[in-house]
Structure formats: structure tokens, C-alpha cells
């Protein structure tokens, strides 16, 4: 992660995507940009989920934390445990953000560094594009810029998730043990209405917005290159390699982790 990224000027970071302000969000924004609680507090909130409050049981969780943290800002050892925790404790190694195409700008602020399905999709690209197997970019008329194709992006799309989808299921099988916890109902319009998912398209839904921290993927990484993983074959390590090498330029070539 670039060291040099100035907190302050993190973008805000929505942990709900139809709604900014709902609840104590708004106050929470607030006190972020006072100074008054850490700048990644929504970020933390995200793993949360939509799990109830076992002592309301009735409340999502994050709103009776969001409402603690503006509650006992100013006294923190009022807060419950799993409160302080949340706030100031270890980052989550992994979180489900399906606010992650509004959310990506933040994820440099974090450290340590996290990767989105999306970022996989892109270093197996550069790959096929450097070996020559990639479809040939499409220009613009009357200008000199090209894009990639679609069917390239998909064809990329299809190699990275079976890779991302074996890194969720082996390190957070929750997430699929409870579906409707960690993928969160899209809002449609009347406040309440939602739409209603298939379990595959939730599971689905979960792999694509995993947001995975360099430290988890790297130790997904070193199992795969020193005993092997079933499903991950030589090229899907070298995909990870590529992926890790910036953080990790100890797996440039000639300095990969020895494999078995």
C-alpha cells in the first residue's frame, strides 16, 4: 500500500447504497471527519453484515453499534465489548461489500492492502495480453485509444472466479451458511421492497463483492505453492503471484515462495 495516501483525504466510504444518512449514518460521517472515531469505521461495520442484535433481536446489529458509537463517543468504556472491538480492534480480514463499485477509491486508504474479485480480473488480462493470448483491443474511430473487448473482460471474468470463489469458501464458509446475512437485499424503491434472489445468485453475488486483505490471500497463496490447493493449478498461482508481487516484491521471479 502507498504509505504516502493521506487519511484525511480518504474518500467517504457507504455502507449503504441507496441510503447515506439513514439512522445514525449521517452522525457518523460526522465524527469521522472530525477525527472522532477511525476513518475506516464503515468499512469495520461491513462485516457485520445484516446480523441481528441478539439483544434486541430485532435490530441489525451495525445500527445499535452505529448508534453506541455516537452515543459514548466521548466515554468509550460504555460501549458493549463487541462495540470497542469493532471500532478499534484488528481490521476483518475479509469483508462482503456489495456497495464495492461505489466503495473501491477507498480500499488504498486501508493497510493493510485489500484486492476486489476485479483486481484479479485485471492482472489475468495483463497476462494473457503480455503472452498474446488475449483478443485484440478494439479502437475508437478517428482516434488513436482502443478498449478491451467485452468477451475478453468475461473470458478473464470466468478464469478469476473459481480462484476468488475457493479463497472465500476456504477462509469464510460463513458467509455461505447464511446467505441472507452477508448478501445484502438490493433497495428497489418503496422503502421495504427488495428483490427477491436465488440462493445461486446470492452465493454469486457474495463471491464478487468479497473484499480480501493482502495477508489472507498471501497465506491462500503460500498453502497453494507449498501443498497445494484442489482447483488451483500452476497458472492460477501465477495469477496470484502477479496479484500479490506489489505488496509482496519478495515474489518477484527467482524469489517465489520454493515450491514442493
Not at 3 to 18: E, G, Q, V
Request: net charge negative; charged share 25%; proline share 6%.
Amino acid at each position: 500500500m502507498d504509505s504516502a495516501l493521506d487519511k484525511k483525504s480518504a474518500p467517504t466510504f457507504y455502507l449503504y447504497d441507496y441510503v447515506h444518512d439513514w439512522g445514525p449514518m449521517g452522525e457518523i460521517n460526522e465524527l469521522i471527519k472530525e477525527g472522532k472515531i477511525p476513518f475506516d469505521t464503515c468499512f469495520r461495520l461491513t462485516s457485520i453484515g445484516r446480523k441481528v442484535d441478539a439483544s434486541t433481536r430485532s435490530t441489525f446489529l451495525n445500527y445499535t453499534m452505529m448508534q453506541e458509537i455516537v452515543d459514548y463517543v466521548d466515554d468509550a468504556s460504555r460501549m458493549r465489548e463487541e462495540t470497542y472491538k469493532l471500532l478499534y480492534g484488528k481490521l476483518p480480514d475479509a469483508v462482503v461489500d456489495l456497495n464495492s463499485r461505489s466503495n473501491y477509491k477507498f480500499y488504498p486508504y486501508l493497510e493493510p492492502m485489500y484486492y476486489r474479485m476485479m483486481d484479479l480480473v485485471r492482472v489475468i488480462h495483463s497476462r494473457r495480453a503480455l503472452s498474446g493470448d488475449s483478443l485484440p483491443d478494439i479502437p475508437y474511430p478517428g482516434t488513436t485509444k482502443v478498449r478491451v473487448p467485452n468477451e475478453e473482460w468475461a473470458r478473464c471474468k470466468a478464469i478469476a472466479r473459481p480462484i476468488w470463489r475457493l479463497i472465500v469458501e476456504r477462509t469464510h464458509p460463513e458467509w455461505f451458511e447464511d446467505l441472507d446475512t452477508f448478501f445484502v437485499h438490493g433497495y428497489i424503491g418503496g422503502w421495504g421492497s427488495y428483490y427477491e434472489y436465488k440462493e445461486r445468485t446470492k452465493r454469486r453475488g457474495i463471491v464478487s463483492h468479497a473484499i480480501l486483505s493482502d495477508p489472507l490471500v498471501m497465506s491462500f497463496y503460500q498453502e497453494a505453492v507449498a501443498t497445494g490447493i484442489n482447483g488451483i493449478g500452476p497458472m492460477g498461482r501465477e495469477d496470484l503471484r502477479l496479484l500479490l508481487i506489489e505488496e509482496n516484491p519478495e515474489l518477484m521471479e527467482g524469489n517465489e515462495i520454493p515450491s514442493h
